[in-house]
Every structure is written in C-alpha cells, then in structure tokens.
C-alpha cells in the first residue's frame, strides 16, 4: 500500500461543507494534529484522498471514479 503523504495544498480551491463525525475519531484526529503541528482540516482532507486513492477497483466501479 502507498505511504500516507502531505502534498503542497496551498493553491487548491476548497469548498465547506459541514460532515459529522465520531468524537473517539475526532479526538484521534485532533492529538494527531496537535503532535504534528497541522490543521484538522488539513488532515482530513488528506486522509479522505488517501482513502478514495486506495479504494477497490470494484468499489470505484460501482461509485464512478
């Protein structure tokens, strides 16, 4: 499996849109953050790429990408 990686996100457009997530994940979400010195945001973002990069061909298939 590819190695989770921090791209160079600065001129990337964005967009907000308002999620939910579990607290126990969000705690792990935010001390990771905090011991690596990023934004939740910025960790989110990269670990959903990471999941749609990394996702079962037959998955794709069935959602389009």
Do not use: H, W
């Not at 600065?10 to 792990?28: D, G, M, N, P």
């Not at 934004?39 to 069935?62: G, H, M, P, Q, T």
Request: with cysteine; aromatic share 4%.
């Amino acid at each position: 499996m590819e190695k989770f990686k921090l791209p160079d996100i600065s001129k990337e457009k964005s967009v907000l849109k308002t999620i939910r997530i579990k607290y126990s994940t969000l705690c792990k979400i935010e001390e990771l953050c905090q011991s690596n010195n990023m934004s939740v945001n910025r960790l989110i973002n990269e670990c959903l790429e990471f999941a749609l990069n990394n996702i079962e061909d037959d998955v794709k298939e069935k959602i389009g990408i």
